[in-house]
């Protein structure tokens, strides 16, 4: 029985100490930027969550410059109460960006990078933005990588060449290339950026399956992989390290897993004076939803399955 417990002890001893490790070794790889705001807190813990492409920007900077775009934007809650909701907020909506007017919500990383960002959403939705994560499309499919793969479907077939998606209907595990391809696809899908914010949703919530998955946290390879492909990818908050992320992965799940959330919406096709067509949202329906958010009573459609 002494051997046992001893064993038993020095077993959790090592897996304790390989989890710090490789904790610290994450946090040691994450970039960070001063992001945050001074607004006054609101209940509850608000995770901005975007997807930068630095690569080939397509936005415009203040000064008339191309610079990185945000396509994903999304905004996790975790209620008082427990309650969790991933949020989708389509780059095409038009927003006011402080210091600059009306345009769609990913100019505002254009004209002031994570600070901008940070500051417009919270005006938009009334919740302080408690961590920022950034994560970088190259780490998408580094990430995916990583885990092996994940388990995506569609429900038509797509061979679509500006993003590079090439599915054919059902479901299908792939690999990074065509996961990043799956989340940045638009133009094939006549709702555009509304379609693509669902299947961004359905991708968080595969790479949660996949990751939390025992051939995932069983396999100390895998794991490191993992580890130093997210980390690497990441740009996050002043004071938000991998643990923090590590909860925003579980709120998300329990979020994923209670069904999907969307802002309501006036008109997706509204013509605008300086963006184009963009997606035009009721301040007072935007108030009440959020407010609902906040205060954990809003009410997600069923998951499906």
């Known amino acids: 029985m002494r051997l046992g417990a001893t064993l038993a002890v020095l077993l959790l001893v090592i897996v304790l ?5 490789l904790t610290l070794w994450a946090n040691s790889r994450i970039e960070h930027v001063d992001a945050l705001s001074e607004a006054e807190n ?4 608000t995770y901005l969550i975007a997807g930068s492409d630095k690569r080939d920007g397509e936005a415009v900077n203040a000064d008339g410059t191309e610079g990185a775009r945000t396509d994903t934007i999304m905004l996790l809650h975790k209620a008082r109460g427990g309650k969790s909701y991933l949020i989708s907020l389509p780059r095409d909506t038009l927003v006011d960006i402080p210091g600059h007017g009306g345009y769609k919500l990913n100019a505002a990383y254009s004209f002031g990078g994570a600070p901008l960002l940070v500051e417009t959403v919270e005006e938009f939705t009334g919740l302080t933005i408690d961590h920022y994560v950034e994560i970088g499309f190259d780490g998408v499919s580094q990430v995916v990588d990583a885990v092996g793969h994940v388990n995506l479907c569609i429900d038509q077939d797509v061979d679509d060449e500006k993003s590079g998606l090439k599915m054919t209907e059902g479901c299908h595990d792939v690999g990074g290339e065509q996961a990043l391809a799956f989340v940045r696809a638009r133009y094939f899908d006549p709702t555009a950026d509304i379609g693509r914010q669902a299947r961004q949703q359905q991708f968080v919530s595969a790479l949660m399956d996949r990751a939390t998955s025992p051939a995932v946290l069983l ?3 895998t794991q490191v992989r993992l580890a130093g492909a997210g980390s690497g990818a990441l740009t996050t908050s ?4 991998i643990v923090d992320v590590g909860r925003m992965a579980l709120a998300a799940r329990s979020a994923m897993g209670s069904g999907s ?9 509204y ?18 939803f959020f407010e609902s958010v906040a205060d954990g009573t809003a009410e997600p459609e069923p998951a499906e399955g």
């Not at 100490?17 to 490790?21: Q, T």
């Not at 002043?238 to 390290?241: A, K, L, M, N, Q």
């Not at 959330?261 to 096709?269: K, V, W």
């Open 17 to 21: 100490g390989w989890g710090a490790g």
């Open 42 to 45: 609101t209940p509850g813990t």
């Open 219 to 221: 396999n100390p390879i």
């Open 238 to 241: 002043d004071g938000t390290g």
């Open 261 to 269: 959330l969307s802002i309501p919406i006036e008109d997706p096709e």
């Open 271 to 288: 013509q605008t004076n300086n963006s184009g067509v963009a997606i035009l949202t009721d301040d007072e329906d935007i108030k009440a």
